[in-house]
């Protein structure tokens, strides 16, 4: 239930599988996030990665094992799962923002629809993330006319909208074109700089080191390594790690 300090986590799952038919994903992985931590969760492709993401704001349901958010389980019947992910922001590999609505509303819609917000209050908020972002001058534009940097931005401006307690990111700069991953970065570095929680499934090595507490390596449905980025890069717990790192640009 708490950690180290006493502190409840912010998130934690507990002996969690997942099984798709015959194909176990996730073979029992425990996690807890504290509060305000940064955890970078690396690995192979196929590994299930976007599978633990998806299970911790019950996009996926867990076959077995224990979700736990601010101090209360979610994977049980009879929970609002629609109002425990509304507390969690996600960002995805594609950006996911409706085609048929400018930046301003893409960033005000579920703003006024779920929290109920009034829509002069939900378009400052809007106006104030999207300058956050560095996109103020873009609010009137549609997402097709935006680059992809842009777009997940944009993606980043509507989940922070909610006033999430944590962020989580799945692969958030793998569909850009490599000039754009570092504007997506930058904006992410901030974030970890204002204390958010946030969960980041990543290939950017670079962010992993600078922003992250700690590095979650999973392999085959189990995490394998765990370390701050310290340890975790210089002193690589396996040869599975350093053979993992070997193959990718840091
Ligand atoms: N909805 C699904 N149905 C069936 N198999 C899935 C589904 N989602 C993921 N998988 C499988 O689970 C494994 C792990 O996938 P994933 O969690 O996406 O890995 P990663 O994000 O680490 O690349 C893969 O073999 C993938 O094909
Ligand atoms: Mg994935």
New binding site residues.
């Given amino acids: 239930m708490t950690d180290q300090h006493g502190a409840t986590p912010m998130i934690e799952v507990r002996a969690l599988r997942k099984s798709?038919?015959e194909?176990e994903?996730l073979k029992g992985v425990d996690l807890a996030v504290a509060r305000g931590e940064v955890v970078a969760i690396i690995?192979?492709?196929?590994?299930?990665?976007?599978?633990?993401l998806r299970c911790m704001n019950l996009l996926e349901q867990p076959s077995s094992g224990e979700v736990w958010f601010e101090g209360t389980q979610i994977n049980l019947p009879g929970v609002d799962v629609n109002r425990v992910r509304m507390r969690m922001g996600m960002v995805f590999q594609l950006f996911n923002l409706f085609p048929h609505l400018t930046v301003l509303d893409n960033v005000t819609l579920a703003q006024t629809k779920v929290l109920r917000t009034g829509r002069d209050e939900a378009q400052e908020r809007a106006r104030a993330l999207l300058a956050k972002v560095g996109l103020a001058a873009k609010e009137q534009a549609y997402p097709n006319s935006l680059s992809g940097g842009q777009k997940q931005r944009v993606a980043i401006a509507r989940a922070l909208a909610m006033r999430p307690a944590v962020m989580l990111f799945d692969e958030p700069t793998s569909a850009l074109d490599p000039e754009m991953v570092q504007e997506v970065l930058a904006t992410m570095d901030e974030l970890v700089r204002e204390g958010m929680t946030m969960v980041v499934?990543t290939h950017e090595m670079g962010f992993a080191r600078r922003a992250a507490d700690r590095i979650v390596f999973?392999d085959e449905g189990s995490i394998v390594a765990q370390a701050p980025p310290e340890r975790f890069f210089g002193a690589p717990a396996s040869a599975r790690v350093r053979q993992f790192l070997e193959k990718i640009p840091t």
């Fill in positions: 798709f038919g194909h994903v690995g192979p492709s196929g590994s299930g990665k976007s599978t633990l499934v999973v």
